[in-house]
């Protein structure tokens, strides 16, 4: 089976950086991703780690260590609409994407 | 504007009756997902289609069924609610493997 675990709640201030960490547990790996969700909306991808290393897109990074079993989430010059809940979920060799239970982040003035 | 559109946004159902959920994308994705979302919860995979002409069960697949109509239809079927199915569903789709799901804005449902 495939399980995830990520912090529940995270709270930074505005113009920080925060990091959201996810270890995971599957059989056959194929990429972790991070989704992003606002009350009431729908997921959002944000980012995709296929292979080891950083990945950068604008403000918000990702890095993937397949060796640890572990990811995270670089959220950077943090804003106050970065206030949601973000998902990692890993893919097995089905492309099926089995989600963790979320973290809040909440950010503060 | 393109993506993946659900139907209906809301719906309360009475125990026992049954209903659809319509999910359609217009991206020419091969793959396309049923997942719900409890509160405060993450998103458990229901049944998927990994392209036209199959489907699989996910994690939480009893209680439910679905129909690959065609390439851009999914629909999600519930034979007969129960309270425990109050939630709120998003389709999804990618063309890419697990790279870049496209979600739905979701259905709202709630069996009374």
């Known amino acids: 089976g495939q399980s995830l675990e990520q912090p529940s709640e995270v709270t930074a201030v505005e113009g920080a950086i925060v990091q959201i960490n996810c270890t995971y547990q599957?059989?056959?790996?194929?990429?972790l991703s991070w989704y992003q969700q606002h009350d009431g909306g729908a997921p959002t991808f944000l980012s995709y780690?296929?292979?080891?290393g950083l990945e950068e897109t604008g403000r918000f990074s990702s890095f993937l260590s397949r060796s640890d079993s572990y990811g995270y989430l670089l959220l950077q010059e943090l804003q106050m609409k970065d206030s949601a809940s973000y998902f990692c979920?890993?893919?097995?060799?089905?492309?099926?994407?089995?989600f963790g239970q979320g973290t809040t982040l909440q950010v503060k003035p | 504007n393109a993506g993946v559109t659900q139907t209906p946004k809301f719906q309360v159902l009475k125990t026992g009756q049954s209903m659809t959920l319509q999910c359609a994308q217009d991206?020419?994705?091969?793959?396309m997902y049923w997942y719900r979302q409890d509160p405060g919860m993450g998103l458990r995979l229901i049944y998927y289609?990994?392209?036209?002409?199959?489907?699989d069960k996910g994690e939480v697949p009893n209680g439910y069924n679905v129909s690959r109509l065609n390439k851009r239809e999914f629909s999600l079927r519930l034979e007969s609610a129960a309270p425990s199915q109050t939630s709120v569903y998003f389709c999804?789709?990618?063309?890419?493997?697990?790279?870049?799901?496209?979600f739905g804005s979701g259905t709202r449902l709630t069996v009374v």
């Open positions: 999804a789709s990618t063309g890419g493997g697990a790279y870049g799901y496209t």
């Open positions: 599957t059989s056959g790996f194929y990429g």
């Open positions: 780690n296929g292979l080891d």
């Open positions: 979920a890993v893919a097995g060799n089905t492309g099926k994407l089995i």
């Open positions: 991206m020419n994705h091969n793959s």
């Open positions: 289609s990994a392209s036209e002409g199959t489907t």
